[in-house]
Structures are given as C-alpha cells and as structure tokens.
C-alpha cells in the first residue's frame, strides 16, 4: 500500500482501549460497518492535522451492535493500544466500498460547481457538514453558503459533470 500522498477516507475513528488484549473500541465512520470492516485486514491510522499516516494489519475484528473492537497486530495490552486514542483508521480513496447507482461520496464532490435550475451561479462546493441535517457548504469566493441537503433543494447531482443543482427556497441565498 503506496499512502504516503494518497488522499484517504477516515472509516472510523479509535475511542479508546478495550479490554485487556489489546482491542480498541472503533465508532465507525461508514453507513456499511459490518461490511467495511470484515474486509478490512489493513488500515492507516490517521491523525488529520498533522497527516501523520501510520499502516497497520488488522488482526482481529468483532461488532457489538454498532460498535467495532478492532486489535492491530503487534498490539497485545491497553497500555500499547492506548497511544492509538483519537486516530482515525482510514483507507485510500481507491479503496472505498463501491456504492450503488445514483449514490456519492462527499469528496467526490469537492470543487463542483452549484448553480440554481435556472443556471445562475452560486459558488463550488466545499463540504458537508452534519448534523440533525446534513449542510452542504458553497463557496462564492467571497462567502459561504449553508445549503440544506435535502431532495426538495438538491435537485440534481452529477459527480461526472461535477455539478450539483439547486432550487432555493426565497431568501435562501441571502442568508
């Protein structure tokens, strides 16, 4: 695995030491845990801020409901698993689970352009950021903008076209 500049996905991030062999607890990042990571036999631990990228062979994995406990070869005690607290695992981008047609990944999106139906000019897509709903952020060049990821406001997205089209309910846009 050749990661040191690939762009990465976090997968799921270490909460902390589990037990007494070296597990840690993993709230997972995926809308697909169970099937993510029962393939997963290795992983970057990942701290973003730094990119500091540290590969790791999964060597174990079991679920408690939603929760993964994951231990990482080599790793046998809390104590050395603990230095693992706060990364994210994460996998390069070429390595995501395939998603069903009409389906995307918000990075898939970064820098595409968003216009209302009736072709005027918002701005480019940044992020998304969640919570009760999931905001889309649009950057002008000079403001962004919080967009409601909703059906009734997205109207179209194109990850080939790189174009997402909205229709803003009034006022919408000056906020």
């Known amino acids: 695995m050749d990661v040191a500049d690939a762009p990465l996905v976090a997968i799921g991030e270490v909460l902390r030491p589990f037990g007494l062999r070296g597990e840690v607890k993993v709230r997972p990042l995926t809308d697909r845990p169970h099937e993510r990571f029962a ?18 062979r999964i060597a174990s994995c079991r679920f408690d409901g939603e929760t993964a406990f994951i231990r990482v070869e080599g790793v046998d005690s809390p104590e050395a698993a603990r230095r693992f607290q706060g990364r994210l695992l994460a996998v390069p981008r070429d390595e995501v689970l395939p998603l069903a047609e009409g389906q995307f990944y918000p990075w898939q999106l970064e820098g595409a352009v968003v216009e209302t139906r009736d072709g005027r000019p918002v701005g480019r897509f940044v992020r998304v950021e969640s919570g009760a709903q999931d905001l889309w952020v649009v950057d002008d060049g000079s403001r962004q903008r919080l967009i409601p990821a909703v059906p009734s406001i997205v109207v179209e997205v194109s990850v080939a076209d790189h174009r997402i089209v909205i229709d803003p309910p009034e006022g919408l846009l000056d906020l």
């Open 39 to 56: 393939q997963l036999d290795r992983c970057l631990l990942w701290e973003p801020d730094r990119d500091r990228r540290e590969e790791c």
